[in-house]
């Protein structure tokens, strides 16, 4: 790894386990917490039972990440897991992968929360002015990163413990706006039979836990990560699933099944039922920190990964150049450049219809490294653990791959295939990878590197200029002129009809 601090300057400062177990539980509740309601109506108050079940998987996936952490708290999480169990191919087909998906994902948190804000700013509603703002907003939390992970950390849990007051709120207070009828009125709305409505439950409550394994994937940036990643990704995923269950439960008893359906905001939606028009707009505020925070850390993540493998040789070593904080600046300016181009290319006059068009392949992409991570805790395990912990981590590691399969089975087939047909592809961009691989193994060439300072700066170039053009475009020639006209627009009357109309 490269020097990441300049001569004689103290080494940069870490993560703790609060700010770490705050980070794990932000990033899995960044967006999906907000809507899940919502989606979950369309199979009805029966999805209690695929949260249980997803609770079960992602607990199995969390315990799965604590102890790979815990015996290996190597940087890289997914990718480092499969290439120290399956050799480097099978590690850069897995970071290439969750690189890819997680870039994906992050795109989609902006597309939410800025969606959130759009009842505070209307002129977010217009594709244009919204893919300014989400461009603007990629590119903050990029400059955030480039100052430091200690600077994330702080900020992810700043939003994180912001956006729980009205998830914990709700869980607990809205039980007294809560009814029984309202509730087993929508039990099971899919048309279909039990097992088939809770499978299809697991497709909306997967996106809800992708983020579980946020804590050894950075473990670079982690204090102790030996002791401290098992703890925040456990306690991470508790905290997230016990507000998942009682919070959307409780908002199915609370809004009939036909309107929850429908809403575009069903946590603030069941605020305003319960206390008015004022905290439905404060959780519309929360949600919005929320998404937002939570894509701080993703963000970091990104990093993280790609660092990972190109310290191996297995990515460009652009994404290993580090700057005076040990951030990986120009890696993570070129992932922002990438998600600006998606976002232009992925514009739609809703926010909704853009974030189900990015999210749907993200998730389907995040299953197969953590089918790797969870056949890897055998490997890795193997002589590390007492007999009888092996034996129970086997199952556990068992249980995780097969909720990852069956989440996989119930996603969109069309997606699926082609998402495997880009995982079959990997082998013909690790044949090029290759041999820079093995010009850092003799050492031929160094990998890491100063990343140059012009990248924080114009970080910040970017973020100004797309500030500007949604200031701009929200504003608009037409509604300008609009402004200045003080005497009501003339009302437009029907033609007259031409004689023998009728």
């Known amino acids: ?170 869980a607990i207070f809205g039980w007294f706006w809560f009814s029984p009828e309202v509730y087993s009125a929508g039990w099971n709305v899919s048309g279909g039979g039990s097992l088939s409505a809770i499978g299809t439950t697991l497709t909306f409550t997967l996106w809800a836990f992708i983020g579980v394994e946020t804590a050894s994937v950075s473990a670079a940036v982690v204090e102790n990560p030996k002791r401290n990643i098992p703890i925040a990704t456990m306690a991470g995923v508790i905290l997230a699933g016990v507000c998942y269950v009682l919070s959307s439960s409780v908002i199915m008893g609370m809004i009939p099944n036909k309107e929850l359906v429908v809403s575009s905001a069903p946590f603030a939606q069941a605020a305003r039922l319960a206390l008015g028009d004022m905290a439905g707009n404060i959780v519309a505020l929360c949600a919005a920190i929320g998404c937002l925070g939570s894509l701080a850390g993703w963000t970091l993540l990104v990093g993280q990964t790609a660092k990972a493998a190109a310290d191996d040789g297995l990515f460009p070593n652009v994404f290993a150049r580090v700057n005076a904080k ?56 193997y002589k590390k653990m007492p007999p009888r912990d092996y034996t129970i981590y086997t199952l556990i590691a068992l249980i995780a791959a097969v909720y990852s399969l069956w989440a996989m089975v119930g996603s969109d087939g069309n ?3 082609w998402a495997l047909i880009f995982v079959i592809s990997t082998i013909v961009f690790y044949a090029v990878a290759l041999n820079h691989k093995r010009d850092v193994e003799d050492g031929t060439f160094h990998t890491g590197g100063s990343s140059p300072r012009w990248v924080r700066y114009a970080t910040l170039v970017i973020i100004i200029v797309a500030l500007g053009l949604t200031f701009w475009e929200s504003l608009g020639r037409r509604e300008i002129q609009r402004l200045l006209t003080r005497a009501p627009a003339p009302v437009s009357q029907p033609a007259s009809p031409a004689p023998g109309t009728p």
């Open 1 to 170: 790894m490269a020097d990441t601090s300049a001569a004689g300057a103290a080494a940069p400062k870490k993560i703790g386990l609060t700010a770490a177990t705050l980070m794990v539980a932000g990033n899995m509740m960044g967006s999906g917490v907000f809507m899940l309601p919502a989606n979950l109506a369309v199979t009805g108050g029966i999805a209690l039972y695929g949260w249980l079940i997803t609770c079960v998987g992602a607990v199995a996936l969390g315990l799965v990440f604590a102890k790979l952490g815990a015996i290996a708290p190597m940087a890289g999480g997914p990718y480092a897991y499969a290439r120290a169990s399956f050799g480097d191919y099978m590690g850069y087909q897995t970071n290439l992968i969750y690189w890819l998906a997680n870039v994906l994902g992050n795109t989609a948190l902006a597309v939410a929360g800025l969606g959130y804000l759009s009842g505070f700013f209307p002129a977010l509603t217009n594709p244009l002015v919204s893919a300014f703002a989400q461009i603007a907003v990629v590119w903050l939390f990029v400059y955030a990163n480039i100052l430091g992970p200690n600077l994330v950390g702080r900020l992810q849990s700043f939003t994180t413990s912001f956006a729980l007051v009205p998830i914990i709120g709700m």
């Open 326 to 381: 040990g951030v990986p600046a120009l890696g993570l300016a070129i992932v922002a450049t990438i998600m600006t181009v998606q976002i232009l290319a992925t514009m739609s006059p809703t926010a909704s219809a853009q974030f189900g068009k990015i999210a749907s392949v993200a998730v389907i992409m995040t299953l197969l490294p953590y089918i790797y991570s969870a056949i890897a805790l055998k490997v890795l395990g």
């Open 415 to 417: 997606q699926t295939r």
